[in-house]
């Protein structure tokens, strides 16, 4: 099992950067690439963006591409989403998600967290 909790989300203007968190307990946090996704009310959870295991690939949705960076620190069991230059159409609840495998479907992460919120005003 892992148990992953998601932070850093909140209420920021267009323009404006956000840092989520995403930190990992349970079995070995580095055996598993990491995905963030969001899902905005109403429609279905989309793919943002993954990182290897040993974080030195990275792939983005086209939609944030050149505006958001993932990274991790294996040493903290820890995973982040560098948010910059965001937009109002960036609003949702952001999830991170533990894969033994890679991709950008949600069915192929194994683990959630419970989310975290991004709010961006206009």
């Known amino acids: 099992q892992v148990q992953l909790v998601e932070s850093g989300g909140g209420l920021v203007q267009a323009g404006g950067s956000l840092r989520l968190s995403c930190a990992a307990s349970?079995?070995?946090?580095?055996?598993?690439?990491m995905g963030w996704f969001r899902q905005a009310p109403g429609k279905e959870r989309e793919f943002v963006a993954a990182?290897?295991?040993?974080?030195?690939?990275?792939f983005y949705a086209d939609s944030v591409k050149g505006r958001f960076t993932s990274s991790r620190d294996n040493a903290k069991n820890t995973v982040y989403l560098q948010m910059n230059s965001l937009k109002p159409e960036d609003t949702a609840v952001y999830y991170c998600g533990a894969a033994t495998g890679w991709g950008t479907h949600s069915y192929e992460y194994e683990y959630w967290g419970q989310g975290t919120q991004v709010t961006v005003s206009s």
């Open positions: 990182i290897t295991w040993s974080g030195s690939t990275t």
């Open positions: 349970g079995r070995t946090f580095s055996s598993y690439a």
